[in-house]
């Protein structure tokens, strides 16, 4: 085994949540697909090719999963998004609406600042430190 090629996202909205994840993170969508059941299989990915960890964004089927919107990691920060620029990110995910929970942190390990995404989940933006 390589690599770890998708993780699920539980959404509430497939175009709601393509467009946070397009528009505002810089993701790319990578797939787009109706299903026979009337559910679409939408992939998106970070960076420029989209060959990044892909996300399955999953509409919600039941009340049990429509409780976890947002809460699929126990309040925790559940996603890690690295970036060659902090600064850059930061700043055009601010222009873009994305709410951070905190100030930007220098911290031994990089620069790091915790966001939340469209449905409440904690992501944090960091830049590794450089050797």
Do not use: C
């Amino acid at each position: 085994m390589s690599r770890i090629a998708l993780v699920t996202l539980v959404v509430d909205d497939y175009d709601e949540a393509i467009r946070f994840y397009v528009d505002a993170l810089g993701f790319r969508l990578v797939e787009d697909a109706p299903r026979p059941d009337g559910t679409r299989w939408v992939v998106v990915a970070p960076g420029p090719d989209g060959t990044g960890t892909g996300m399955l964004l999953a509409r919600t089927k039941n009340e049990a999963q429509r409780g976890r919107i947002g809460d699929q990691t126990g309040g925790r920060v559940g996603f890690f998004l690295h970036t060659e620029d902090f600064a850059r990110d930061h700043a055009r995910m601010l222009a873009a609406g994305v709410r951070f929970l905190e100030e930007p942190r220098h911290e031994p390990y990089g620069s790091v600042a915790v966001f939340q995404d469209l449905y409440g989940n904690r992501w944090d933006l960091l830049e590794p430190a450089r050797p």
